[in-house]
């Protein structure tokens, strides 16, 4: 059974970098499927962040790009998010999740709050 | 960059009633690329269908998934209490780059 676990600060500062990690158990990354980044802000809908492939290529929305970093690290089946200077836009709920042409797998969601 | 449109944006039913959700593209996408999910309050979406109209594992077959070019339609033929949530659709596109609707909330009448 493959599942997915966001982890990272709940609290980033404005103009900070926002920093998230996502687990993968029950598959190995390397093993192929592009792995996905979502977030919806408090009452809104959802929004693609960016998704990278096992092979390491990146793709990000282009609203986001000039300010997303996604990496992965297959000895410890995880990949990561980075957004830079972060403003209270960007408190949202941030989902990881498995991609094909969907988004199949998904995490449970990890709450990250803009704030000084 | 394709943008995707749902109506309504809440759709007021009572149980048993028909659900009728649109998602309309700003250019063609290919059907199978249109998938739609089920979010449920303090819940991560959940895939109900894929390639415009195969449902996902585990999904009941009250709900169903039409269309092509520029319009699709998720219908639930028969609502459930638990059917009462928000619905997006998604488009993956070349690039490749995923967009969600701005969503439908089905909620009680």
């Known amino acids: 059974q493959v599942q997915l676990q966001e982890s990272g600060p709940g609290l980033v500062k404005p103009s900070e970098t926002l920093s998230l990690t996502c687990a993968v158990s029950?598959?190995?990354?390397?093993?192929?499927?592009?792995w996905g980044w979502i977030r919806q802000p408090p009452g809104k809908g959802l929004e693609w962040i960016g998704s990278?492939?096992?092979?390491?290529?990146?793709y990000f929305n282009p609203s986001l790009k000039s300010r997303v970093t996604m990496s992965v690290d297959t000895s410890k089946n995880h990949f990561s998010l980075k957004l830079s200077s972060v403003t209270a836009a960007d408190t949202a709920v941030y989902y990881c999740?498995?991609?094909?042409?969907?988004?199949?797998?998904w995490g449970q969601g990890t709450m990250v709050t803009v704030s000084s | 960059e394709i943008v995707l449109t749902q109506s309504p944006g809440t759709l007021s039913l009572s149980p048993g009633e028909r659900a009728t959700l649109s998602c309309r593209a700003s250019?063609?996408?290919?059907?199978?690329?249109l998938a739609w999910y089920q979010q449920k309050p303090g819940q991560a979406p959940r895939l109900l269908i894929y390639g415009a109209s195969s449902r996902a594992t585990g999904i009941p077959d009250r709900f169903s998934g039409s269309g092509s070019g520029t319009d699709f339609t998720l219908t639930i033929s028969g609502l459930e209490p638990e059917d009462f949530a928000v619905y997006y659709c998604q488009q993956y596109g070349s690039s490749p780059q995923w967009t969600f609707g701005q969503g439908t909330k089905v909620e009680i009448k």
């Open positions: 250019q063609s996408v290919s059907s199978s690329y």
């Open positions: 029950g598959y190995s990354i390397s093993s192929g499927y592009y």
């Open positions: 990278i492939y096992h092979s390491g290529s990146t």
């Open positions: 999740a498995r991609a094909g042409y969907t988004f199949e797998i």
